[in-house]
């Protein structure tokens, strides 16, 4: 009790002032790279030595001692760090791949080269030597896919841990000049005891992240980067071919490379040519019965590094819980499953389209100015009936100027699509399409609050009878019948604005608010390059957070969440209105509980989308409660186990949701983890289909679905050392249902439920609604070996098996997943070598 009392007071304390500047130390020779302190430049260079908490209690005396010194030649940046531990015998060291987060200790050395307090690189390592890199971005985003080619060296030893560092400032964008400042930040975790330390001290209860890093300054005479960075690549790959062709097998041999070219120091060239992606995880299986598109995360090394200058959000003003997805630019455009397949395709069609090249420029200037160009062709994709995808070039554009030390900024970005059309293409893709954005933001009252906003502007063009689909599909909907919106057949083009205002406190120990309002016209259309789920849409949303960081006899830190929510059509038609509330916490043993619930259609509200361009739908109030709870990722064996439900419809609909998890770590060196995910939906308003009659009336269905899914995921991990690791990845996924009382529309918005529906009578299609039975498998091997610093080795096995029914059947999912066994494997074989050049 003493000892919590203590720590309360502690981090209460303001932290005793501490230099927050050092100069670098300029080495005569370089320091041998070998995890000691016995060279000749540690003895001369300064100590950092004053680190403190930032977690778990913001501002208290840290645990164990930390000692860092930093030294430079005209090529290279050393720091080497003292990380001292009483019981070594308990540092937690785990082996793991690059970039694979661990419950180990850490340390990160994170700079901030063009000391601009927005942007910035973090270095990390463990005391097993296993090493990840992040860019930093937006003063605390993380770009996990930056890679660095950069060396470092640890030991245990009998008074703690030890690494040292090597960064080539090759590897480091600054501005070149006589005397160059970096921002710096040295971070320590201390696993076992849940502890953070950090130089200068990172304060959890304010805003930003780069903004508080202190200045590594005296970097005098430092050399011209490298100017070019080769990666040439020979890849071979054995697929399965179609059946229709008796499954061959084809070789293929593909020859490719990247480049990066240093302009100036504060100027790069990213290039790729005939790119290939083969040792990236594949998609989860999904079965989407919506009608909106779903979202898959970019995971292509060149598209996801750098992707932060690139980010310019839609539908994202809760800033804290922005996972729509939905924005201006969505890289996985370029290179996406062609487009026209259903239409011209068979099963020989390929899954994605061939990227020729793409090329991307980015870099600051002294005076804040971030630019990044980014340009790709994809290549034509045909059959004998037709163009399943045309060949397509995508450009975007972004700039930023920061200001006011980066308490402020304003932007922009400008996104075009060309295809060339046939045609066969021409009556169903955009020849055309554009986009343009403003963006603004600003902190004041001591970085406490902030204010920002945004302005975009779209326009489509093309064949008139491809705009009308556009004018017709779920992002729109002009055709509704009674909506304002006018459906013209004849437009060859389409424009749109989408405008969002934010306010909110960013910084504080207790409480942080935002508030925010959008408004979107029902041409803003960006799908050909961005990501936009539904246009003609107006939103007030709120956010309130409570945090409790520091521990007591409970708890180590607690968060509670209050969400509220409104949506309208700009016609002024209520569409959603809900309030959230959920909290997160910590207890002392390092497990965490989380629960939430959310009531939702509260007052009466109507779906504008749900008949798929029928008239909106009345919609009842639901109600959504879920909870979770994680174990200690300390322990060999951690268990997670979430669930969800939600009941709406006046009792009619409801789903629930069961996640289990069980992650082992059987030693130091070898990981695996098994999930599971079981749902059972009861949706009694499932949209069906749109049937139009004889005389040319429609008729928009509805049924009552019973579905079930089942989807386990199974992953391995043994890491032979830390450049050379082998990860196994396997998923299959069931997911059935059967229909039955399909209804049409009556009476959509009137307030008992029973009149908004009447029996369909067509007897062809009431008659047996039939169901759905879907069977997915997918799984790849990846060995990976760094052989040398930049240059990999990547030996990968990829398999997938697939089947659909329109009937649910009669089998439970043991027998369902073993018909997924038996079902004919596609598997494909890949090598793939790069060598990393640099001169």
């Not at 259309?525 to 709120?542: K, M, P, Y």
């Amino acid at each position: 009790m003493l000892m919590v009392l203590q720590a309360q007071t502690a981090a209460v304390l303001p932290p005793a002032e501490v230099e927050t500047s050092l100069r670098a130390t300029r080495a005569a020779e370089p320091p041998v790279l070998d995890g000691s302190d016995a060279d000749t430049v540690w003895r001369a260079a300064p100590a950092i030595d004053r680190f403190v908490q930032a977690k778990p209690s913001e501002g208290a005396p840290a645990r164990f001692r930390t000692v860092a010194r930093v030294a430079y030649d005209s090529d290279n940046l050393y720091v080497f760090v003292r990380a001292f531990d009483p019981h070594p015998d308990s540092i937690v060291s785990l082996l793991s791949r690059r970039d694979e987060k661990t419950a180990s200790d850490e340390i990160i050395l994170m700079l901030d080269p063009y000391h601009d307090r927005r942007t910035g690189y973090e270095f990390v390592v463990n005391p097993a030597g296993v090493k990840s890199d992040y860019a930093i971005y937006n003063d605390g985003n993380e770009d996990v896919a930056w890679d660095a080619v950069w060396d470092v060296a640890t030991r245990i030893d009998s008074l703690g841990w030890t690494a040292e560092y090597r960064i080539p400032m090759s590897q480091l964008p600054y501005s070149a000049k006589d005397s160059v400042s970096f921002g710096l930040l040295v971070w320590r975790v201390v696993q076992r005891h849940g502890e953070t330390v950090t130089w200068p001290l990172y304060r959890t209860s304010r805003s930003g992240f780069t903004s508080q890093f202190g200045e590594l300054n005296g970097l005098d005479g430092l050399a011209r980067p490298r100017h070019a960075e080769v990666t040439p690549y020979v890849l071979t790959k054995n697929v399965q071919g179609a059946a229709s062709e008796g499954y061959p097998r084809d070789q293929d041999l593909t020859v490719g490379g990247d480049l990066k070219y240093r302009v100036a120091s504060n100027l790069l060239l990213n290039a790729t040519v005939n790119p290939d992606f083969g040792q990236v995880e594949a998609d989860p299986s999904v079965l989407n019965l919506g009608a909106f598109e779903t979202f898959f995360e970019e995971r292509r090394p060149f598209f996801v590094e750098g992707k932060g200058l690139f980010t310019f959000t839609v539908n994202c003003v809760v800033v804290v819980d922005c996972n729509t997805g939905e924005g201006l630019f969505y890289s996985r455009r370029i290179g996406r499953a062609p487009q026209l397949a259903h239409a011209y395709g068979d099963e020989s069609s390929p899954e994605a389209t061939r990227i020729l090249g793409a090329a991307k420029v980015t870099g600051r200037m002294p005076g804040g100015f971030s630019i990044g160009f980014l340009d790709a062709v994809t290549n034509d994709v045909s059959s004998p009936a037709g163009t399943l995808e045309p060949t397509t070039n995508y450009a975007v554009a972004r700039g930023n100027q920061d200001f006011s030390g980066g308490d402020g900024s304003l932007g922009f970005i400008v996104t075009a699509v060309n295809r060339s059309l046939d045609q066969t293409s021409e009556p169903w893709l955009h020849r055309s399409a554009y986009s343009g954005g403003l963006d603004a933001r600003r902190r004041f009252a001591g970085r406490q609050y902030e204010v920002s906003g945004s302005l975009d502007w779209s326009r489509v063009g093309g064949d008139a009878e491809a705009i009308a689909r556009t004018q017709r599909n779920p992002v729109h909907l002009y055709q509704r019948p009674d909506g304002p919106l006018a459906f013209d057949s004849t437009r060859t083009s389409l424009s749109g604005t989408n405008l969002e205002l934010r306010f909110a406190k960013v910084g504080g120990r207790r409480l942080v608010f935002e508030t925010a309002y959008q408004r979107r016209t029902p041409g803003f259309e960006i799908n050909d390059i961005g990501f936009l789920r539904q246009a003609d849409q107006q939103q007030w949303t709120s956010w309130a957070n409570l945090a409790f960081r520091n521990p007591n006899r409970v708890f180590r830190e607690l968060r509670w969440n209050f969400n509220n929510w409104q949506h309208w059509s700009l016609a002024g038609l209520p569409t959603e209105r809900a309030f959230n509330t959920n909290v997160h916490t910590q207890l002392n043993n390092r497990w965490w509980l989380h629960a939430g619930g959310t009531l939702g259609q509260i007052g009466g509200t109507y779906c504008d989308r749900c008949a798929r361009g029928g008239p909106a739908m009345r919609q009842d109030a639901y109600l959504a409660p879920w909870a979770g709870i994680e174990g200690d990722n300390r322990k060999a064996l951690v268990p997670f186990f979430w669930v969800n439900y939600m009941g709406g419809d006046q009792g009619r609909s409801r789903t629930l949701s069961l996640e289990p998890t069980l992650e082992l770590k059987v030693s130091t060196r070898f990981t695996s983890s098994l999930s599971a995910r079981w749902e059972t939906n009861r949706n009694d308003v499932q949209y069906f289909g749109t049937f139009t009659d004889s005389v040319g009336t429609d008729h928009y269905t509805f049924a009552h679905l019973e579905q079930e899914t089942l989807s386990l995921t199974w992953r391995l991990g043994y890491t032979f050392t830390p450049n050379t690791t082998l990860q196994v990845y396997a998923s299959p996924f069931v997911s059935k249902g059967t229909y039955s009382d399909v209804r049409e529309v009556g009476e959509p918005r009137a307030k008992a439920y029973d009149d908004r529906y009447r029996p369909y009578a067509d007897a062809d299609v009431a008659g047996d609604p039939g169901g759905f039975n879907l069977q997915e498998f997918r799984s790849n091997v990846v060995f990976r070996w760094e052989y040398r610093p930049g240059s990999t080795l990547f030996l990968v096995w990829s398999q997938g098996r697939e089947g659909m029914s329109d009937v649910e059947g009669d089998k439970t999912f043991g027998g369902d997943l073993r018909d997924l066994f038996h079902r004919r494997a596609d598997h494909t074989f890949l090598v793939k070598v790069s060598y990393w050049f640099a001169r």
